[in-house]
C-alpha cells in the first residue's frame, strides 16, 4: 500500500541543522510532485516547499527561502529537507505530502500524505 | 500571497445535523480548492479537491461547491467519526496557503 515515512526529527538547539527524510514506497514516486508541510503546536497547517517531479522547479514559503532546501531522489524514492540556520519559529511536525498525476491534472491539492516527524529547535 | 479565511473557527452540532464550513480567497483561485479532515495526531486527509471533486474513498456526505473567492464544505448527516478539524487549501498559486481551520464538536 501507499507509505510515506518521515525521519530526522529531533531537538536541535537554535541556529542548528537538520535534514528530514521522506521515503516512499507503494505508488510511482516519480510521476508525484511533492511537498513538505509543517503544523506548530495547536496550530495550523503551513506549506513550506514544493518540488516538481524531475526537481527542474522548485518553490518555497517566505518564512523558510535561503534557509531550507528540498530535494529528491527518484532512484531511493526519496524526498528530502534540508534544515539550515534554525529558529525556535520552526518548531512543528513536518509532513512530506505528495500529489498524484491525476489530482494534479485537476489542479488539486495533496492526496498521500506521511505521519510526520517532530522537529523541536530550543537551547 | 492569496489568503484564505475559514468560517467558522469551531462549531458545535450533533450527530445527524447538516454542517457547512465555508472559505473565502483574498483573490480568484478559480477552482483550485480542496478540503481536508485532521484528527489529532494524525495527518490530514484529503476530502474534497476542485472545490467539487470527491476524493476517492470518501463518503458521499461529504460535497463541496463554489468557484472564485467563495467555497463551501458540507457534511449532510454528521456521523461520530466526522468530529475533527477541517482544513480549506487553495493550490491555485504558490506559495500554497491553509485557512486557519474549523473545529467541529460534539454538541
Known amino acids: 500500500q501507499v507509505q510515506l515515512v518521515e525521519s530526522g526529527g529531533g531537538l536541535v538547539k537554535p541556529g542548528g541543522s537538520l535534514r528530514l527524510s521522506c521515503a516512499a514506497s507503494?505508488?510511482?514516486?516519480?510521476?508525484?510532485?511533492m511537498s513538505w508541510i509543517r503544523q506548530a503546536p495547536g496550530k495550523g497547517l503551513e506549506w513550506v516547499s514544493y518540488?516538481?517531479?524531475?526537481?527542474?522547479?522548485?518553490n518555497y514559503a517566505d518564512s523558510v527561502k535561503g534557509r531550507f532546501t528540498i530535494s529528491r531522489d527518484n532512484a531511493k524514492n526519496s524526498l528530502y529537507l534540508q534544515m539550515n540556520s534554525l529558529r525556535a519559529e520552526d518548531t512543528a511536525v513536518y509532513y512530506c505530502?505528495?500529489?498524484?498525476?491525476?489530482?494534479?491534472?485537476?489542479?488539486?491539492?495533496?492526496?498521500?500524505w506521511g505521519q510526520g516527524t517532530l522537529v523541536t529547535v530550543s537551547s | 500571497d492569496i489568503q484564505m479565511t475559514q468560517s467558522p473557527s469551531s462549531l458545535s452540532a450533533s450527530v445527524g445535523d447538516r454542517v457547512t464550513i465555508t472559505c473565502r480567497a483574498s483573490?480568484?483561485?478559480?477552482?483550485?480548492l480542496n478540503w481536508y479532515q485532521q484528527k489529532p495526531g494524525k495527518a490530514p486527509k484529503l476530502l474534497i479537491y476542485?472545490?467539487?471533486s470527491l476524493q476517492s474513498g470518501v463518503p458521499s456526505r461529504f460535497s463541496g461547491s463554489g468557484s472564485g473567492t467563495d467555497f463551501t464544505l458540507t457534511i449532510s448527516s454528521l456521523q461520530p467519526e466526522d468530529f475533527a478539524t477541517y482544513y480549506c487549501?487553495?493550490?491555485?498559486?504558490?506559495?500554497?496557503?491553509f485557512g486557519q481551520g474549523t473545529r467541529l464538536e460534539i454538541k
Open positions: 505530502a505528495g500529489r498524484s498525476p491525476s489530482i494534479a491534472a485537476a489542479g488539486g491539492g495533496f492526496d498521500y
Open positions: 507503494g505508488f510511482t514516486f516519480r510521476d508525484y510532485h
Open positions: 518540488i516538481s517531479t524531475s526537481s527542474s522547479y522548485t
Open positions: 483573490q480568484s483561485i478559480n477552482s483550485y
Open positions: 476542485a472545490a467539487s
Open positions: 487549501l487553495q493550490s491555485y498559486s504558490t506559495p500554497l496557503t
